[in-house]
């Protein structure tokens, strides 16, 4: 078993990829699972990393506010700057246009902090960036839009507070009450974790996928592209800052990933919102859901492969 296991977070990136590509193909077979099913695989993901997490490493991110600090500066000034650049340098449809600003607008998903664990980074500083960037995100999200776009949104405070929670927050604490609890249990589980996390990423891909197949097949090639760049760009910044500035190679892959891998799943919830008049404001959302799943899967391998090199 534990090879097999071993087999499955090996090749993750090609699991996600068929996952993905047979989604595409046969998109009926999943669209009938709903889309919040997505949370509860996220929280119980999140549960297995807080069985792997000390209390030691919470009380490094808050008494080294100048890693937050890094990481939420690159976070809200990388990805913005980057989705006005692209819409820009391609001249992209003001709709498409509008949803790749939302995407850049929006905090970290929750989806990074497992590709983080994956390959190997400060995961401890991952999710204080994701809490962080979402309890920000209320007032940046909103004004680096209109700053960027020049339309004016409402963001439902209590409801992101309410999604960072349940997803991440309490499922985590109860991770490390478990581990505190049951140690035996906890070192046995350990073992399987990180497959497990690589199945619940490659079914999280191919139910967005589903979900949104006839939108990625109509968005045309020319916003996948743009999407594309944006991931990989923020990827590369996210990971040079962190090399400027000195920072550990943990911690360089927690804000790489951190800064590449947005929710955007609430910038497509945001676009259906509140732009109707623009209903091609979604697509960029649904594309980045895929692609950041699939580039941060082929990142995580990439970490892991060097790790082994060195």
Known sequence: MK???????????????????LSLAFPQVLQPIPMKTINYMLG???????LTLNLHDFKIVFTRPKDMLIGCLAQFTIMPLLA???TKIFQIDEALALGVVLVGCCPGGTASNVITYLAKGDVALSVGMTGVSTLLAPLLTPLL????????IDVDVAGMLLSILLVVIIP????????????????????YLPAFSSLAIAFTVSLVISANASKLLTGGFLIILVVMLHNL??????????????????????????????????A??????????????????????????????????LYTKKDKQD
Not at 3 to 21: D, P, R, T
Not at 172 to 191: C, H, M, Q, R
Not at 251 to 258: D, G, L, N, Y
Request: net charge positive; glycine share 10%; proline share 3%.
């Open 233 to 266: 760009f923020g990827l590369i910044l996210g990971y040079f800052i962190g090399k400027l500035l000195g920072l550990t190679e943990p911690k360089k892959r927690a804000i790489s990933i951190e800064v590449g891998m947005q929710n955007s799943g609430l």
């Open 44 to 50: 119980v993901i999140m549960f297995g990393m807080g």
């Open 84 to 86: 006005w650049a692209l």
């Open 172 to 191: 985590i604490v109860s991770g490390l009450i478990i581990k505190s609890l049951l140690p035996k249990f906890t070192e046995k589980a350990i073992d």
């Open 145 to 152: 839009t209109w700053a960027l776009a020049g339309k004016s």
């Open 3 to 21: 090879k097999l296991c071993h087999y499955i977070s090996k090749y993750m990136a090609l699991l996600v990829l068929a996952g993905a590509l």
């Open 268 to 301: 497509t919830s945001l676009a259906v919102m509140h732009f109707a008049a623009y209903p091609m404001a979604t697509i960029p959302g649904a594309i980045f859901s895929v692609w950041h799943n699939i580039s941060g899967a082929i990142v995580a391998w």
